[in-house]
């Protein structure tokens, strides 16, 4: 479904240059035609090309603005917020220990 070197790509250069967290939503956002492939980028996917928890969290706070204005009923429905939701409570409740 994606092509990880890309994605891996594109996790860097936002980690490199967070203006360009919304151009890479913008190009995630039109690779996935289905809402279970938006879950899957958004959860699955780019936690895979993290180092960590943490690292993810950090993106999913970099991501959840620019979704909240351009899609936020994409992000409520296809289940990502519950998703992120329950990863930020279970990992307050471990103190963020990775």
């Not at 190009?27 to 996917?45: F, G, H, K, P, R």
């Amino acid at each position: 479904m994606v092509n990880a070197g890309g994605l891996k790509l594109s996790l860097y250069a936002i980690s490199k240059h967070r203006e360009a967290t919304r151009h890479a939503i913008i190009l995630y956002n039109v690779l996935c035609d289905a809402d279970d492939q938006y879950y899957q980028i958004y959860t699955v996917e780019i936690q895979n090309h993290t180092k960590s928890v943490l690292e993810y969290m950090e993106l999913v706070g970099e991501f959840l603005p620019v979704m909240g204005e351009m899609w936020p009923e994409r992000a409520i429905e296809s289940g990502l917020v519950d998703f992120w939701l329950d990863l930020c409570s279970r990992e307050a409740e471990n103190d963020f220990k990775v």
